[in-house]
T-cell receptor, first 113, second 109 residues
C-alpha cells in the first residue's frame, strides 16, 4: 500500500507502562504530523516534523510524550508512564510539504487500563 | 484560540446540495484554507484547499469570500457516504495544521 501506515492499530497498556507508536509516512513526504483524538473530539495537534527536524512540539501535553524521526522517514511517538487520560486515537499524517494536502493513517487506538 | 469557526452540526437530504460554512476572520494573507473530512472510525481525508480563488475538484467546490474571512465547502449532490465530520483548517507559513471541532454532517435518505 502507498498510504500512511500506523502500527499497532490497537494497543492496551497498563497504567505506568511505556508505549511506542509507529508511523510509516508516504515515501518522499517531507512533512509529518502527530495528533491525539479523544472520543467525540477533533484531532489535537501534538507535533510536526520537516524531514528529521522537529519544528513544532508545542502540542505535546507533558514531558512524558516524546516523538522522533531520526532519518526523516519513519516516526515514533513514545509515551512514558502512561496514564488513563492518555487513552485516545493517535493519528499520523504526512505531506509533500508546503501547503499541499496531508494524508492520514488509520490511527492507533491506545487504551490505558 | 480557534482560528476557524464552524457550526457544530448540519443536516442534508440525499441528492441535494450542501453548503458547509467556515468563518476565519483572523486569516492572514499567506494562510491557505484547507478542508478535510473524517468518516466514522477512519483518519481524516483531504477534500480541497484554496488561497483566494474558488476551487473545484471531483469531490467538492470551495467558495472563498472576496475578503477571505469566510469560505464555504459545497457538496453538489450529497450521498449517504458523505456523512462525516468536516473540518476547515488554516495552514500558515509554518505549515501548521490544527483542527477545530468541525461540522458533523448528517445525510438523510
Amino acid at each position: 500500500g502507498a498510504g500512511v501506515s500506523q502500527s499497532p492499530r490497537y494497543k492496551v497498556a497498563k497504567r505506568g507502562q511505556d508505549v511506542a507508536l509507529r508511523c510509516d509516512p508516504i515515501s518522499g513526504h517531507v512533512s509529518l504530523f502527530w495528533y491525539q483524538q479523544a472520543l467525540g473530539q477533533g484531532p489535537e495537534f501534538l507535533t510536526y516534523f520537516q524531514n528529521e527536524a522537529q519544528l513544532d512540539k508545542s502540542g505535546l501535553p507533558s514531558d512524558r510524550f516524546f516523538a522522533e524521526r531520526p532519518e526523516g522517514s519513519v516516526s515514533t511517538l513514545k509515551i512514558q508512564r502512561t496514564q488513563q487520560e492518555d487513552s485516545a486515537v493517535y493519528l499520523c499524517a504526512s505531506s509533500l510539504g508546503g501547503f499541499l494536502e496531508a494524508f492520514f493513517g488509520q490511527g492507533t487506538r491506545l487504551t490505558v487500563v | 484560540d480557534a482560528k476557524t469557526t464552524q457550526p457544530n452540526s448540519m443536516e442534508s437530504n440525499e441528492e441535494e446540495p450542501v453548503h458547509l460554512p467556515c468563518n476565519h476572520s483572523t486569516i492572514s494573507g499567506t494562510d491557505y484554507i484547507h478542508w478535510y473530512r473524517q468518516l466514522p472510525s477512519q483518519g481524516p481525508e483531504y477534500v480541497i484547499h484554496g488561497l483566494t480563488s474558488n476551487v473545484n475538484n471531483r469531490m467538492a467546490s470551495l467558495a472563498i469570500a472576496e475578503d477571505r474571512k469566510s469560505s464555504t465547502l459545497i457538496l453538489h449532490r450529497a450521498t449517504l457516504r458523505d456523512a462525516a465530520v468536516y473540518y476547515c483548517i488554516l495552514r500558515d507559513a509554518n505549515n501548521d495544521m490544527r483542527f477545530g471541532a468541525g461540522t458533523r454532517l448528517t445525510v438523510k435518505p
